[in-house]
Nanobody
Framework: QVHVVESGGGLVQPGGSLRLSCVAS????????ADWYRQAPGKERELVAR???????NYADAVTGRFTISVDNAKNTVYLQMNNLKPEDTALYSC?????????????WGQGTQVTVSS
């Protein structure tokens, strides 16, 4: 069983930065891929960024050039560096991880961390 926990959210002024962390705890697995999603009140959940085990990344158009996703495989931790934050980035950010355990792929969600961008 893998347990996924996000952290790093908070209140930040427009133009500020935050770094979100997503830790996958357990044993005997590797991170196959990881996504950051966000959901704002009254809106559908949207994919923000994705990283694969080979390090390939892709981003939503709204965050390209401002957000960077990365992974530390030794720590089983996925990061989302968010710069030049805007009020429209306000949302609950959740991590979705695919893990590879001896060739078996399973998926896990975290509970999310709230990001609020406001002056």
């Amino acid at each position: 069983q893998v347990h996924v926990v996000e952290s790093g959210g908070g209140l930040v002024q427009p133009g500020g930065s935050l770094r979100l962390s997503c830790v996958a705890s357990g044993s005997g697995f590797d991170i196959y891929s990881a996504d950051w999603y966000r959901q704002a009140p009254g809106k559908e959940r949207e994919l923000v960024a994705r990283i694969t085990s080979r390090g390939a990344t892709n981003y939503a158009d709204a965050v390209t050039g401002r957000f960077t996703i990365s992974v530390d495989n030794a720590k089983n931790t996925v990061y989302l560096q968010m710069n030049n934050l805007k009020p429209e980035d306000t949302a609950l950010y959740s991590c979705y991880v695919l893990v590879d355990t001896w060739g078996i792929i399973d998926d896990y969600w975290g509970q999310g961390t709230q990001v609020t961008v406001s002056s």
